[in-house]
């Protein structure tokens, strides 16, 4: 039959206090005083049959089975403050980050390594999710959601906004002499012809009510993926420049037009639970993150926001 364990309190209390031989040093280290160790010292001994200490004047002594069963509760806390410690210091040392597909492999994929050599004591794991799938909110430090606001009282910074205009490749674009008005676009397959964003561009661009049923449907999900499909030339796709600057300036894809939208309802965000606040590996990172947009010449939120 098996032998229900006494209070912890008074175990943390025997245990200190058989290793400092001293009821007000025991005291001291769990923030109690001397009388509270002594009272669950007492309590112990009742619940066990028999005295642990033996009270002289000005110390005490382990009693024979005082001492047998000391050695045993030291060991064990000691396990137990090793485990702690262990998996404190392995938390400490590995940052866990769910990204939306498109900023990891737009972004992050590209500068992560610069956090790296700037912080060599912290891992870094960076767990993409795509478009049928949610941010992990739950097994993750920090999370960088795409178009999905955090949960409630979440700390999130609205890192990028979601500007969109059509891009496609040059070869493409040759294909039909070029591309001069809006109109021409119509007359290339389009990457994800269902996309909100789409009719937003073009009711912007001057062309109400345009038709894109005859458009074959392509959804992607992840402007990573369309934009790889704009650079193989297979479509046009409306991507946010941010995120193409790369194949802007290399030349892979071109923006025909300067004009850009705004969805008003949609960014990018960096988010994490308010128990990570003060995490110095969440600090770091979120940190490294703003100084990298201000670089890059983005607007990023100068204070923390709790998402109501």
Known sequence: MPIHLPPLAAIRAFEAASRHLSFTKAGDELGMTQAAISYQIKLLEERLGFQLFTRKTRRIELTDQGAQLSSRVIDAFSTLRSAFEDVTELSAAQLVVSSN??????????RLFHFQMQNPDIGVRIMPYGPHSEPDFNESDIVISACKAPPKSWFAHEIVRADFSPMLSPGLADTIGGIRVPEDLLKLPLVDPQDPWWQMWFQAAGLEDVDLSNHPSSRMGSQALEANRAIAGQGVAILTPYFCKTALETGQLVQPFKLT????????????PPALRTSRKVRLFRDWVRSELERDGMPVQAAMAVVA
């Open 101 to 110: 597909t498109t900023f990891a492999v737009n972004w992050l994929a590209n």
């Open 261 to 272: 939208c705004r969805a008003d309802d949609e960014s990018w965000y960096l988010s994490y």
